[in-house]
């Protein structure tokens, strides 16, 4: 098995919601990854966990907050997001944190912050 | 300011031609670079890597090129196919736990 799922594919949240993202790999990987891409623009780290600890944090806004429950699954709380937070949000992980260790990414959810 | 730049959004190339994809960066600390692929409703998938001490790299039709002193990497694709209409994205990292700045990609359309 050497997919990443993520759900929701599509989730539309106001700005005063509270929702999550999902992130699930079996593939024994002990590094996972918050990334968002914005129209026309690359994808951006926002968050690193490694053996399920966070490793970094780029400097994220706090109404973004990770979580790794266990090292299949990595969850992001969505709470009191703006509309400028609409982006698809993509999870990956790899074997080991670095760039040496292939990332392999899901399909995204794409999120509209009304 | 963008530290990995695909000045190409787009691309069209004949099916059975070479492809070339073309990458700047302007940070001389990086020392590893990738090169993603992306369909329509899929994550970005890697398709190949190269480390600062190679210039050059091959895995089948996908070569690799490395110019340091020009800050300037290639991704060459030959035979071109139908299957590799794809957004292409650029990477780059400096250091093994350095995360990964990617380019904005280049959409690569294939032609029959």
């Known amino acids: 098995d050497t997919e990443v799922t993520q759900t929701p594919k599509h989730l539309v949240m106001g700005m005063t919601n509270k929702k999550s993202l999902k992130c699930e790999q079996h593939m024994g990987h002990r590094a996972m990854y918050w990334y968002k891409q914005k129209a026309k623009k690359p994808p951006e780290l926002m968050f690193v966990?490694?053996?399920?600890?966070?490793?970094i944090n780029e400097s994220v806004p706090s109404r973004f907050s990770p979580e790794c429950p266990n090292s299949s699954l990595l969850n992001l709380h969505l709470h009191a997001l703006q509309p400028e937070d609409s982006a698809l949000y993509l999870c990956?992980?790899?074997?080991?944190?670095?760039?040496?260790?292939?990332?392999?990414f899901g399909p995204g959810t794409r999120l509209t912050v009304l | 300011d963008q530290q990995v730049k695909q000045n190409s959004p787009s691309l069209s190339v004949q099916e059975g031609r070479i492809s070339i994809l073309n990458c700047d960066y302007t940070n001389s600390m990086f020392d590893y670079f990738l090169w993603y692929k992306k369909y329509p409703a899929e994550g970005p998938t890697f398709l190949i890597s190269i480390s600062s001490i190679k210039d050059k790299n091959e895995d089948g039709r996908f070569t690799v090129f490395l110019n340091k002193s020009a800050k300037h990497l290639s991704l060459h694709i030959v035979p071109s196919q139908p299957g590799d209409s794809a957004v292409y994205f650029c990477a780059a990292s400096a250091g093994r736990d350095d995360k990964i700045i990617f380019g904005k990609g280049t959409r690569l359309h294939i032609l029959p």
């Open positions: 990956a992980s790899s074997k080991g944190q670095g760039p040496y260790n292939e990332q392999f």
């Open positions: 966990y490694s053996y399920e600890k966070l490793s």
